[in-house]
């Protein structure tokens, strides 16, 4: 398949993360150009493909723009089908993985943004709100190596990224992703032995400075 | 058409449930839609079947609950494809997903700060769902409907939401037809639609319902 991939980047955003697993899984080659949101505008290329909503990642496929992470790692499984299904075959269990990786979107950044931006009580709060979605999370996952099953899957995949966040969690928090979650941990550990995952996700020393900043 | 049995978990004024209803329609699959009393308490049902969110609306096929109106939408075009709601390519697939998103994300909202405004209603707040509406008919080109030639999925997560521009109108003192002509003729072809125009409120009675709200809310 001659074609041009390019992915609009930015290191340390978890959205990001989630797009070069799925095309790490699917095997396709892409180029990746970075977005460096920090220094201050966006490049004029980002604005001209991506006008309505202005945020990365954006995927470019021959030239057409696609963007928003849940929306792109859906094109992906769709155009590069021959392997690695990232969603399931039945509909019902497709509808479940979206509501899922719906939840996820809902809820898991704004709870962990509010482990660092709060103090006291409310970040007493926060904690225990935090906890409770990741408890959700690994009700979900029961006793299954993935999300996906057997196999890595699109729930993993939109979830994985928040790993590399963990450490930066308890450092700013004071709390231990293993004592409450130990089975999510060790879902997250698995995946990372994937080399999709382990080539795509970030250092989470690296995080941890960027939050700190 | 029968693949089972097809319940919805309902309120009649939620835009959410309209999309879902609106699309079982146009598939022309027979439902059972059981009314919600979300202010006298949720069923037990409800709350068995979206324990995450307990919410309408719910679809139960043949007993399995699905929550979250885009992705039941999704669903039911999968199970029922005919007529398609989403097109045959993943490029005007995910493209569909991104406006279906971006109404998602933006309409409702933008309509609740107009009618939740205490005593005038803020330009800024007008302005943003004004401004919200234009980007839309970008979207919508000279196409007829955002599906195209045909009526599909951006239109039916689209549709129910205007059927509270008309208390929103009110409230407002402004009328979309002015303001965005383009965005309004799409709503008159849409209504024109036996699916919708069987399940979109009177306009009339969503105001009625909007005023309620904001007296319960302690907005008059």
Redesign the interface.
Known sequence: MGEEVILLDFWPSMFRMRVRIALAEKGVKYEYRDEDLLKGGKSRYLLQVNP??KKIPVLI?NG?P???S???V??IN??WNDKAPLLPSN??E???A??WT??IDKKVYDAGRKLWTTTGEEQEAAKKDFFEIFK?LEGQLGGEPYFGEENLGYVDVYLIPYYCWFHAYETMANISMEGECPKLVAWAKRCAQKKSVSESLVDEKKISGFVLK | MSKGEVVVLDFWVSPFCMRVKIALEEKGVEYEGREEDLFGGKSELLLKSNP?YQKVPVLL?NG?P???ST??V??ID??WPSPPLLPPC??G???A??WA??IDKKVFDAVGKIWRSKGKVAESAKEEFLEILK?LEGALGEKDYFGGDSFGFVDVIAIPLTSWFHAVEKFGGFKVEDECPKFSAWMKKCMQKESVAKIIPDPEKVYEFVIMMRKMQGIE
Request: proline share 2%; glycine share 0%.
């Open positions: 309505a909503h496929h057409k696609i963007s928003k849940s929306i792109i859906q094109y769709e155009v509909p019902y497709r509808a479940q979206r509501v719906d939840y959700t | 995450i096929h399995k699905l929550c979250e992705t039941i999704s669903y999968e199970v993943a490029y697939r995910a493209q997903r991104f998103d971006f980007q």
